[in-house]
């Protein structure tokens, strides 16, 4: 197990953007406060909008990130332990709420729906009046909320979206993502792929139909082509798909020794399933045992699947094991109030309000564009995942980013994944025009009225 | 020809799913001429029973151990099922592994009793309702129950094992003289086909053997006359939906291991499972099971990697191409008879 360390390259970067940022305050920093944007909080109350999936496949997983959300206003506004605003870097928020406003929060229904989220985070802005959206459980709805928030002039801080169009093709200058991203779990998990299963592997991909798919299905390709494996086939399945059966079996007859899911949730959880009922796992192949990855672990997906994850390799944002400061005093508030830990969306969402308020309270306005200037290329520390940049050029964060596999004797249903390598952030850091993630703009941030 | 064969025995287990909840849906609708649309939710409640089970048979009450921790560092709760205390551990462990064919035993009076219920307590009010209404009221039905199972077990599949005995496949390929690994099928999917071919096999026995079988026969093809002659057909007729709703309910159950169930699984089945009643005919029971088998092998071959590389996006309206196909060339369906639905 590696861990993460500040390497030279990332510590002349962190002190010349520090030192950048002392030397020249932006205006908004300096500025006391704006009027004239979008849903400015006047009286003593600021009113948060929490955009998740109560109903439809990724209801559990929302219902996970309301609690987190729940627990970071009461952090915010001074109740409980303090969480992680113990450990953050940033010593800006002081439990009095944001910028003195007691938090206040309205949910809305993502349905995991692109339209109905769109029509929940709409709502919450024109009539709730609230001055930033947050969360979701998938890329398609983290895109089109995103979209939706640039019009409206309010921040859009992203829950779980994993696709590299968030903040790619699709990036938008008041949108911002703390979640990882496709390439990265790419970049991560090869040399993981290359140091256990060799580098002489035929891979077999089977990827959802839909943007999120697409992109981690080019990332693992062009991640492990790059070590020596071949791609022996990519075949797309529908996403409303239940049985797998007639994709997994013609999988050993194509000479493929390593099966790639690049699938979530449900899709996941049948395909694996599926895969491990037609003995993919007791095969031998090319003189190889048959491997079978998951490019993008959840825990309510490793719980779907139960048994079938066993040892499987996968990577994660963020897992309650980890031993940091940050994490710890995370799992052990979120678990004193709800009696089991986290999940990792539970932590992106629980990190990215938190890092809203303490924007807002370093720019001193509610301001949409005070707050991406006060967002952009801010480095911060325990958070749970070491040092962290969110890079201003695309607003993605920057992080170590977890290898993990199932755990062969899980103690308890949320036990269920080991962390294998806590690959460091250089290794997962790309240029803002990487081929990936061409083609996107972020163009102005947009206070709106 | 590995690869043909490999598609039609992936086809068989589809197959049988579709072929048993469209049996129970003609029977339903040859025999009180309702469109039940919480045919699919009977489908996934039944799935849920086999959950049930697993869950009762697990229940457990903990212990603390002193020498292990939890997450927060406080000493470790163990769950002991309370079957470990009745049976020992090695017995009750074989019992919780046995868990869904067990429920089989269990399912078929819930299902049972769920089918009662509805037909007496909603589904009787709309008899003479139009077929729009009864539709209508039925899918109500199916968003309820699977809200009501979503209210209890959540929005995430719940992992339902076969036992041990059943995992893993069977290699068909070095049977039949092909490369070893061409052609494997899981023991489950096999297991799957053969009980759905008994109980599709029993209910046409029913139907065809007994006294019982005959009266409905009889009150399919005409309703008013078998009244006329003294026989109290409402009641069998309710009767035939408790069994419909047993024969979907099993479906459920014995599908639980090869997907993990969830409350939308249903719904997933459902609109397949009306194409399959539409193109096998309305109201025949042998066009059901025949449509059933041969919809749930035509998906299986577009799923195919050369078939997909012709005609790109192909798996995702086979179904619907073929069905269209069948009702303009055979606007009854496959087996359909003269007169139904056609008033």
Known sequence: MSNSKLTRRGLIKT????GAAGLTLPTYLRADGHAGFTNAPTGDTVTLGFNVPQSGPYAD??????????LAVEHLNGGGDGGMMNTFSSKALKGN???GKKVEYVTGDTQTKSDAARASARSMIEKDGAVMITGGSSSGVAVAVQALCQEAGVIFMAGLTHSNDTTGKDRKANGFRHFFNSYMSGAALAPVLAANYGTDRKAYHLTADYNWGYTTEEAVKSSTEAMGWETVAAVKTPLTQTDFSSYIAPVLQSGADTLVLNHYGGNMVNSLTNAVQFGLRDKQVNGKDFQIIV???????????GANVKGIFGSTNWHWSLQDEGSQAFVKSFGTKYGFPPSQAAHTCYVQALLYADAVERAGSFNPCAVVEALEDFEFDGMGNGKTLYRGDDHQCFKDVLVVKGKENPTSEF???????VTPVAQVTYEPDHPQFAGGNLGTCNPGA | MDAIILQVLNGLDKGSAYALIALGLTLIFGTLGVVNFAHGALFMIGAFCAVTLSRILTLSHTIIDDTKKDFLGNP?????PYIYDIFGQTTGDAIIDWAVPLSILFSIPVMVGIGF???????KHFYKRPHADQILVTFGLAIVLQEIIKYFYG???????????????????AMLGFDPNTIIYPYWRLVYFAFSAIIIGAVFAFLQFTTFGMVVRAGMADRETVGLLGINIDKRFTIMFGIAAAVAGLAGVMYAPINSPNYHMGMDFLVLSFVVVVVGGMGSLSGAVLAGFLLGILESFASMGAVLEILPGINQIIIYLVAIIILLTRPRGLMGRKGVMEE
């Open chain 1, 15 to 18: 002190g010349a953007v520090a």
């Open chain 1, 61 to 70: 997983e929302g219902a996970d990130e309301l609690r987190a959300y729940e």
């Open chain 1, 97 to 99: 709420g944001i910028l």
């Open chain 1, 295 to 305: 490019p993008l672990y959840s825990r309510l997906m490793a719980k779907g699947a």
């Open chain 1, 415 to 421: 036990d269920l994944l080991e962390i294998v390598e």
């Open chain 2, 76 to 80: 470790l709760k163990v769950e002991v």
């Open chain 2, 117 to 123: 219920a509805m037909e007496r307590g909603l589904i």
């Open chain 2, 155 to 173: 929005a995430n599949p719940i992992p339902t094992p076969a036992p041990e005995a059943f995992t893993g496949s069977f290699d068909f390929g």
